[in-house]
DNA sequence: CTGTTAGCGCGTTCAA
DNA sequence: TTGAACGCGCTAACAG
């Protein structure tokens, strides 16, 4: 009876060899495989699943995405301009987010990292293969925007990462950046600083706007002072120096807020590194906290971003988008909460 | 002469709509996109390439993998039990080297996290998509082997990161863990530690085994005393406690090994909370230097992994394989770096 | 160099 | 409930 199967061409299984195998036509093969069970018995059900599992039959993705003119697959495109597009923690909670949701609906995910001087070469972008494109996009505003026009050009359903919607039909999924920089603040200032330093990143790109646009209306609203500090790359080498240059300039202020926890840990370390205390003499919070700032002393006073959070309902929208036709909302925020600690 | 393009009923050109409107038949367009320029004119070339930037023509890639019989993809598999599978720089910075190399050759990447508890639904595995897997795992032995066996059935190629290779058609893309923790326990024996305490998660596997195993050596060696202590989840809070009960039962030792960089600053706050001078009283070290080791104070002496180009590597394995039919090794093991510092 | 034909594996459609 | 025909978009293999 187990005459083995005639193997197709290329070594794969094909629902025909399983039909043939099980002794029915492809098609109640297929409709088992799809779950169709009014279209077939439960006892040939039952045959075709073994059949299944015993030959190891997997179906050919592409052939049904070809019929079915659907790829039950989403892309996840991250712009960074260094080659290791994945080492910001924030963006990798994302990606597992979308990417977790996605499989969980049985879609597969497609992701590439792009850098801006070289937008050819992505498959993404040039072949239509994925049924909505999910993008994290960093670095200055020209470059996003370039790529941003890009992507809507293409017309397939498009959910935004920490921007703001451009489009009706594009959903924004970003956290309350503003609101936890307001907070941030408050705390500050309630506790009688006045004078405030923000280290900001060279290249600003919205969320950092966002939080210093929360801590300039705290600022203004309670009478302290705000000085921007821009510490190119954010690295520990750039900010420190830009920490050591802005002291050397302006004297010590009364708090340090750090447009994100690497920042604000590089100012720790150079406070320590000249005896100044934290938070006796300078207080220093931190933004985005994430596992590794745990490892910070004194703790870090930080707000926490869900990150993955963001990422899963990324994915959510952008499969109700594929699916039915339209996003819950164009411009979804998530809240930030307050993590205490004694940097501050 | 504009007359606009056919619209196909999905929304998306195909070849037919180009040939049509460059009056040209779909082949040409085929041989054109896909650089056969012996097959095509100069001039009917670059007619045909206009018309496909004009209309923004993008090929159907299920199309042309079911025509062809492959995927020009790869997966990446990453089996964790936790859902934010990318948060370890370490497989981060795989994913980014595999991800780029693969993007250079047009070659997509699809990503997938899997929890050993669900290893039903994942289309990686379940369908037919991609023409090779790289499998990042962790977690304890037995299920890593389930993933590992389930992977072999496929009869794919396959590569592994941090694994010795099961198979000799499997490749398997390593860093040497045991010559790092050699330089490591040698400097810290020959700056006179006799007395070693090596942190290692709670669950064991290859690579901190390695690491182990070259400690080891190095101790017996040169007659120093080595004592395991097991840290749980690795976490900050696990890692103190670890370290705080071997240090109540054993008293101090000379050195304290991290089985990795967030061990060891663990350890490091520990002993600073307790008044212990580092590396005055005991010496620490870490392992798998990333951005965030900077960040130590002391600043941690340490190994850095070259993961971004294990990574590279891997990919570039794969495509082999899948292109030319075999590995160029079937066992791959990377150097690793020492990382000076203070904290020993 | 261009045109024609055929078929990759699957799922829809209709007829039985 | 099942069977047969057809076509999704693309490309290999030829014929002109």
Redesign the interface.
Known sequence: MNSGPKLAR???LTLKDVALEAGVTPMTVSNVLNGRDTEVGAETRERVKATIDRL?Y??????R??RS?R???IG?LVLDDV?????D?FT??V??GI??FA??C????????VRSDSLV?????????TDGVCAILSGPQSQRETLLQRLI???MPLVLIQERSANDDVCAVRQDDRGGAVEIARYLVSRGASRLMFLAPGQEWPAITERIDGVREVCSEMGADLRLVFCGAET?EDTQRAVRVAIEENGLPDAIMGGND?MA??AI?FL?SKGIQVPGEVRVTGFNGF??A????PSLVTVRSEA?EMGHRAAKELLARIETGQFSASDIVLPVSFIPGNSA
Chains 1, 2 share one sequence.
Do not use: C
């Open positions: 290329s070594g794969n190891g997997r179906p050919h993705a592409s052939a995405r070809l003119q790829s039950f697959a996840v080659p290791q597009f994945l080492n923690p990798t909670q990606v597992a990417s977790n499989t969980e049985n879609y597969s995910v497609l992701l590439q990292g070469r992505v498959p993404l972008l040039s072949q239509v293969q050009k293409l017309h520990l690497r840990m590089a370390q320590d596992d590794f745990a490892y910070s002393r993955y």
